[in-house]
């Protein structure tokens, strides 16, 4: 049985002021979810502080993207090394905001998977298709691409190192939103197309779902045999919504 994830991407939000009465409201409404992991993904600059809060908790503390590279001359990059040494468990890679607005390739993000790995960090590797991708008849295909390029880097065997997460970019910020059958039918084939090639790490890896996940909808979603979880964003701003879906994985 896997267990589930929830794990909240904060993207380029916060102050000092309010992660620090966010994480109060969390760790204490946590009180006995003991069947449900739980992280949260800061901006780099706020690493340190929330590695501070969560000391002692089982809150796990991510970072929103890797540098592919371990030191050197990379302007603005985070290596691997850096984000262990204040206590990180998780790396995000390829999210579709990195992919969409700042160019990122699926070798790039192939090469932070592994990276990300190489430090013993855990990446969640973001898949997805646009709107017009979906529209096309296309969704199957953009994520066998993806998922191919981590495959032919590091191996089938390398995804029960990390976890995998579903965003349809379409249902994010848009109003529009995915069904649970939706969200289910792409991650059933992307255990699928794994257990062609290993069916150990199919039944092993966690699948999460991306897509606007909220208190209302999590435990509809999590029902779904092959949602092991959420990557969470707007929602893991407030601590009643984030709660509410870390009780539905509960």
Same mark, same amino acid.
């Given at each position: =049985?896997? &267990?589930? $994830? !929830? @794990? +909240?991407?904060?993207?380029?939000? /916060? #102050?000092?002021?309010?992660?620090?009465?966010?994480? *109060?409201?969390?760790?204490?409404?946590?009180?006995?979810?003991?069947?449900?992991?739980?992280?949260?993904?800061?901006?780099?600059?706020?690493?340190? =502080?929330? &590695?501070? $809060? !969560? @000391? +002692?908790?089982?809150?796990?503390? /991510? #970072?929103?993207?890797?540098?592919?590279?371990?030191? *050197?001359?990379?302007?603005?990059?985070?290596?691997?090394?850096?984000?262990?040494?204040?206590?990180?468990?998780?790396?995000?890679?390829?999210?579709?905001?990195?992919?969409?607005?700042?160019?990122?390739?699926?070798?790039?993000?192939?090469?932070?998977?592994?990276?990300?790995?190489?430090? *013993?960090?855990?990446?969640?590797?973001?898949?997805?298709?646009?709107?017009?991708?979906?529209?096309?008849?296309?969704?199957?295909?953009?994520?066998?691409?993806?998922?191919?390029?981590?495959?032919?880097?590091?191996?089938?065997?390398?995804?029960?190192?990390?976890?995998?997460?579903?965003?349809?970019?379409?249902?994010?910020?848009?109003?529009?939103?995915?069904?649970?059958?939706?969200?289910?039918?792409?991650?059933?084939?992307?255990?699928?197309?794994?257990?062609?090639?290993?069916?150990?790490?199919?039944?092993?890896?966690?699948?999460?779902?991306?897509?606007?996940?909220?208190?209302?909808?999590?435990?509809?979603?999590?029902?779904?045999?092959?949602?092991?979880?959420?990557?969470?964003?707007?929602?893991?701003?407030?601590?009643?919504?984030?709660?509410?879906?870390?009780?539905?994985?509960?």
């Amino acid at each position: =049985m896997r &267990q589930k $994830l !929830v @794990a +909240g991407n904060w993207k380029l939000n /916060g #102050s000092k002021a309010s992660i620090e009465s966010l994480m *109060g409201g969390i760790l204490a409404g946590l009180e006995g979810m003991d069947n449900v992991a739980v992280a949260v993904c800061p901006p780099y600059v706020y690493i340190p =502080m929330t &590695q501070t $809060l !969560v @000391a +002692g908790s089982r809150i796990g503390l /991510g #970072s929103q993207d890797i540098a592919d590279q371990d030191a *050197g001359a990379f302007t603005g990059e985070v290596s691997g090394a850096m984000l262990k040494e204040f206590g990180c468990d998780y790396a995000i890679v390829g999210h579709s905001e990195r992919r969409a607005i700042y160019g990122e390739q699926d070798a790039d993000t192939a090469r932070k998977f592994a990276a990300a790995r190489k430090y *013993g960090l855990k990446p969640i590797l973001c898949v997805g298709e646009t709107l017009e991708e979906r529209e096309a008849g296309i969704t199957e295909a953009v994520v066998a691409r993806q998922l191919d390029a981590v495959i032919a880097l590091e191996g089938v065997e390398a995804l029960t190192d990390g976890v995998i997460a579903y965003e349809p970019v379409w249902a994010i910020g848009t109003g529009k939103t995915a069904s649970p059958q939706q969200a289910q039918d792409v991650h059933a084939f992307i255990r699928g197309k794994l257990a062609t090639l290993n069916a150990v790490v199919a039944a092993k890896v966690q699948i999460l779902y991306g897509g606007s996940v909220k208190g209302a909808n999590a435990a509809e979603l999590f029902a779904m045999p092959d949602i092991d979880g959420g990557l969470i964003g707007g929602a893991s701003l407030d601590a009643n919504e984030f709660l509410a879906i870390c009780k539905a994985g509960n």
